[in-house]
T-cell receptor, first 110, second 116 residues
Framework: AQRVTQPEKLLSVFKGAPVELKCNYS??????LFWYVQYSRQRLQLLLR??SRESIKGFTADLNKGETSFHLKKPFAQEEDSAMYYC????????????FGKGTLLTVNP | DTAVSQTPKYLVTQMGNDKSIKCEQN?????MYWYKQDSKKFLKIMFS???????INETVPNRFSPKSPDKAHLNLHINSLELGDSAVYFC???????????????FGPGTRLTVL
């Protein structure tokens, strides 16, 4: 069965420090991986997806199939990055659904 | 102008009551979802509907009954509410293409349900 693991429930860094939010997945097929973010009092929204290989708000995430990981990274954290981050695995086909990790609460201190 | 909207935003009720949460999307999407976010912020899918048809039911108690009058609406009705139903419920929608990696789900603002 598919599973998404985010080992860190809480992560606290100082402004300007690098940040890495870990995500590991377990799925035997070709994964579709996403990072969603929920800022305080806002709705959950897509941050980035592995297929696009894009950088959004300075964040990047590389799919490592060998390590079955999709870690989210940013070289210099900003206070406005403080939020709840969810890694998600999308399963395609007619019964498409997202399986979310338990989330990591990132706090960027001034 | 909101893409995915939910009502009410907050819902406080007594155990045993029946309540409904409404969701509407104006994005023209075919697929809609309900998620439950518990007190530990764990987000879990409950249901998905595609063009008014139930696609996914993730072993949710049958006290929960989704209803989709049309593809723009997916309402959640909960019978005989229990303390453990207290959570934030999120509606979402997407326009999936099978085997596409560009699927993005758009979430509503959430409904915080408190059962006393």
């Amino acid at each position: 069965a598919q599973r998404v693991t985010q080992p860190e429930k809480l992560l606290s860094v100082f402004k300007g420090a690098p940040v890495e939010l870990k995500c590991n997945y377990s799925y035997s097929g070709s994964p579709e991986l996403f990072w969603y973010v929920q800022y305080s009092r806002q709705r959950l929204q897509l941050l980035l997806r592995h297929i696009s290989r894009e950088s959004i708000k300075g964040f990047t995430a590389d799919l490592n199939k060998g390590e079955t990981s999709f870690h989210l990274k940013k070289p210099f954290a900003q206070e406005e990055d403080s939020a709840m981050y969810y890694c998600a695995l999308g399963l395609g086909g007619s019964n498409y659904k997202l399986t979310f990790g338990k989330g990591t609460l990132l706090t960027v201190n001034p | 102008d909101t893409a995915v909207s939910q009502t009410p935003k907050y819902l406080v009720t007594q155990m045993g009551n029946d309540k409904s949460i409404k969701c509407e999307q104006n994005l023209g999407h075919d697929t809609m979802y309900w998620y439950k976010q518990d007190s530990k912020k764990f987000l879990k899918i409950m249901f998905s509907y595609n063009n008014k048809e139930l696609i996914i039911n993730e072993t949710v108690p049958n006290r929960f009954s989704p209803k989709s009058p049309d593809k723009a609406h997916l309402n959640l009705h909960i019978n005989s509410l229990e303390l453990g139903d207290s959570a934030v419920y999120f509606c979402a929608s997407s326009q999936e293409k099978a085997f596409s990696s560009y699927n993005e789900q758009f979430f509503g603002p959430g409904t915080r349900l408190t059962v006393l």
